[in-house]
């Protein structure tokens, strides 16, 4: 069965250094997202992606934070300057349709926990 | 601020009864509903969609939705250990690419 996946699983970084979280969506899916989840609390939206640009942004996602589509199946988040309150598990997600369809459902990769020390 | 809220629990049930899961919606204009379940440390995965009033089975769940009400639920019957998990509710409001994750019920099946 298809599956979303992400590299690493874990990355450990120092405040102020630069990361990039990488995924690999499911092939025909056409959507991107990314939450992330700060431990012990809810999963948060931090962006969308279609059509080699971002639909939809949080107020997360300011300008430290930036995603791309560098090829046709990889789809990064890059940190610029990492803060330590940073540190969470950062979930991909896909799907293969979106804002115009109903049948929306969103597909997790496994995550990659990040640790800003 | 759309919000989507659960009962954190935990909610503990014996092996084999039924348990139920509630979410409200705040966002009259939501269109799609889902419930994933979390394991510990891993990430949510996708059980159930429900995007129209009813009730919807899959197999040993059901989601309910009541969109007068603002209202989602989650059944499980013959509930297993293995179901021990935390649920999230997630709402999609259609006018935005993303969904909406409630705090999650932490659900325990006990022996």
Same mark, same amino acid.
């Given at each position: 069965?298809?599956?979303?996946?992400?590299?690493?699983?874990?990355?450990?970084?120092?405040?102020?250094?630069?990361?990039?979280?990488?995924?690999?969506?499911?092939?025909?899916?056409?959507?991107?997202?990314?939450?992330?989840?700060?431990?012990?609390?809810?999963?948060?939206?931090?962006?969308?992606?279609?059509?080699?640009?971002?639909?939809?942004?949080?107020?997360?996602?300011?300008?430290?934070?930036?995603?791309?589509?560098?090829?046709?199946?990889?789809?990064?988040?890059?940190?610029?300057?990492?803060?330590?309150?940073?540190?969470?598990?950062?979930?991909?997600?896909?799907?293969?349709?979106?804002?115009?369809?109903?049948?929306?459902?969103?597909?997790?990769?496994?995550?990659?926990?990040?640790?800003?020390? | 601020?759309?919000?989507?809220? %659960?009962? =954190? *629990?935990?909610?503990?049930?014996?092996?084999?009864? +039924?348990? #139920?899961?509630?979410?409200?919606?705040?966002? !009259?204009?939501?269109?799609?509903?889902?419930?994933?379940? %979390?394991? =510990? *440390?891993?990430?949510?995965?996708?059980?159930?969609? +429900?995007? #129209?009033?009813?009730?919807?089975?899959?197999? !040993?769940?059901?989601?309910?939705?009541?969109?007068?009400?603002q209202y989602v639920s989650l059944l499980i019957r013959d509930s297993q250990p293995s179901d021990s998990a935390t649920y999230l509710c997630a709402v999609w409001d259609g006018t935005a690419s993303k969904l909406t994750f409630g705090t999650g019920t932490r659900l325990q099946v006990t022996l």
């Amino acid at each position: 069965e298809p599956e979303v996946t992400q590299t690493p699983s874990h990355q450990v970084t120092q405040m102020g250094q630069e990361v990039i979280l990488r995924c690999v969506p499911i092939s025909n899916h056409l959507y991107f997202y990314w939450y992330r989840q700060i431990l012990g609390q809810k999963v948060e939206f931090l962006v969308s992606f279609y059509n080699n640009e971002i639909s939809e942004k949080s107020e997360i996602f300011d300008d430290q934070f930036s995603v791309e589509r560098p090829d046709g199946s990889n789809f990064t988040l890059k940190i610029r300057s990492t803060k330590l309150e940073d540190s969470a598990m950062y979930f991909c997600a896909s799907s293969e349709f979106g804002r115009l369809g109903r049948d929306n459902e969103q597909f997790f990769g496994p995550g990659t926990r990040l640790t800003v020390l | 601020q759309k919000e989507v809220e %659960q009962n =954190s *629990g935990p909610l503990s049930v014996p092996e084999g009864a +039924i348990a #139920s899961l509630n979410c409200t919606y705040s966002d !009259r204009g939501s269109q799609s509903f889902f419930w994933y379940r %979390q394991y =510990s *440390g891993k990430s949510p995965e996708l059980i159930m969609s +429900i995007y #129209s009033n009813g009730d919807k089975e899959d197999g !040993r769940f059901t989601a309910q939705l009541n969109k007068a009400s603002q209202y989602v639920s989650l059944l499980i019957r013959d509930s297993q250990p293995s179901d021990s998990a935390t649920y999230l509710c997630a709402v999609w409001d259609g006018t935005a690419s993303k969904l909406t994750f409630g705090t999650g019920t932490r659900l325990q099946v006990t022996l």
